[in-house]
């Protein structure tokens, strides 16, 4: 059972683009991160969001928790190639991480 | 910084065969964990460990076995492999949530493993 689904599941996109993905869920989590993974690399820790509603920012990502604590979004400002990668979310319960299905982001120079 | 080593980046096995894949973590972290990771299906939990010698059931644990002999590795074993075994097999490792909440897995770069 797959219970974080996100979206788009692929996305190319020019240079200087903004951009938006999508990590949704019927249940609730305790904790949301995402992840970022290259080519022949793991998954690495981008951001933890804990709070309902809570925003973070990593630069030129904008990270958002869904007040109910079901959803998140990541949104990208004017996207660079060093953006390219598969963008993970991953939902804490019960001291276990269940992933998403994946982003896999193409940003074209 | 936390150093997640997988023992193999790439395996080819034959069907039937008994494979072993090895991690080993050198931040002292009581969690482990594997995965598997297909395109579409994002990474899938097959099984984690909370200390040495105990071991629970991810989402996807049949066909695979693990043992945790020593708190630093974590093995997984295909009892006997099948072509539907084939796919990128990630570790990864974290304090337990327990004790310091929300805590970042940080993960091996993953071994790539065909089963002919």
């Known amino acids: ?109 | 910084d936390v150093k997640v080593t997988q023992s193999s980046r790439y395996l080819v096995k034959r069907t039937g065969e008994k494979v072993f894949l090895e991690c080993v973590q050198d931040m002292d972290h009581e969690n482990m964990f594997w995965y598997r990771q297909d395109p579409g299906l994002g990474l899938r939990l097959i099984y984690f460990s909370y200390d040495v010698k105990m071991k629970e059931k991810g989402d996807i644990p049949e066909g695979y076995s693990v043992s945790r002999e020593k708190k630093e590795r974590f093995s997984l074993i295909l009892e006997s492999a099948s072509t539907n075994q084939t796919s990128m097999y990630l570790c990864a490792s974290s304090l337990p949530s327990t004790l310091i909440s929300n805590q970042p897995q940080h993960f091996g770069d993953g071994t790539r493993l065909s089963i002919l």
């Open chain 1, 1 to 109: 059972t797959q219970l974080l689904e996100q979206s788009p599941q692929f996305l190319s996109i020019q240079e200087g683009e903004n951009l938006t993905v999508y990590c949704n869920s019927s249940s609730v989590f305790s904790s949301l991160q995402w992840y970022r993974q290259e080519p022949g690399e793991g998954p690495v820790l981008l951001v933890t969001v804990v709070t309902g509603g809570e925003v973070k920012k990593l630069k030129r990502l904008t990270f958002q928790f869904g007040d109910a604590r079901k959803d998140s979004s990541l949104h990208i400002t004017a996207a660079q190639p060093g953006d390219t990668g598969l963008y993970l979310c991953a939902g804490e319960r019960a001291y276990k991480y269940i992933f998403g299905t994946g982003t896999r982001l193409k940003v074209l120079a």
